[in-house]
């Protein structure tokens, strides 16, 4: 079985364990591990950026977090505080007024806290999955590398 695949400016034809690259009227033996090993490393490249890219991401969800959930709790505190307060005379109406929005702003501040909490566990389980990944590419490039090695001795002979 033979077959011929156009790509740019060169051709490339593949054959059995063997394959061709034809540039410039230049015929060019590679062997088919070395291509997957090529394959493997521009994955392993991309991955790794993508890992580098979260990771410097994670400072800062982190400092979102701690914030929200800092300005969360100082909510809810001076909310209890509001509410005692209220308990003691229900008929005051200014701190009626103040419980209402203190409870308002509290509620909205804690879910932007759970929304900052998920979104940094969000990227630490992105981070974990592409250090998996990243191994497995490494495991599966060492493999082909000693593949390749009686390959390319037999070529050169």
């Known amino acids: 079985m033979f077959s011929i695949i156009m790509m740019s400016n060169c051709v490339y034809a593949e054959q059995s364990k063997t394959d061709y690259f034809v540039e410039n009227g230049e015929k060019i033996k590679v062997n088919k591990d070395s291509i997957?090993?090529?394959k493997l490393v521009q994955e392993f490249s991309k991955d790794s950026l993508k890992l580098a890219n979260l990771?410097?991401?994670?400072?800062?969800?982190t400092k979102v977090?701690?914030?929200?959930e800092a300005i969360a709790q100082k909510l809810a505190n001076e909310n209890?505080?509001?509410a005692r307060q209220l308990s003691k005379d229900p008929l005051e109406k200014k701190l009626a007024k103040k419980a209402d929005k203190l409870s308002s702003e509290a509620r909205s501040s804690a879910k932007k806290a759970r929304a900052a909490a998920n979104a940094l566990k969000s990227l630490n389980k992105s981070i974990v999955s592409l250090e998996r990944k990243i191994e497995k590419h490494q495991s599966k490039m060492a493999k082909l590398k000693v593949a390749i090695q009686p390959s390319i001795a037999s070529i050169q002979n």
């Open 55 to 61: 990771k410097s991401q994670v400072e800062e969800k």
């Open 36 to 38: 997957a090993l090529v």
């Open 65 to 68: 977090k701690e914030e929200t």
């Open 80 to 82: 209890n505080k509001v």
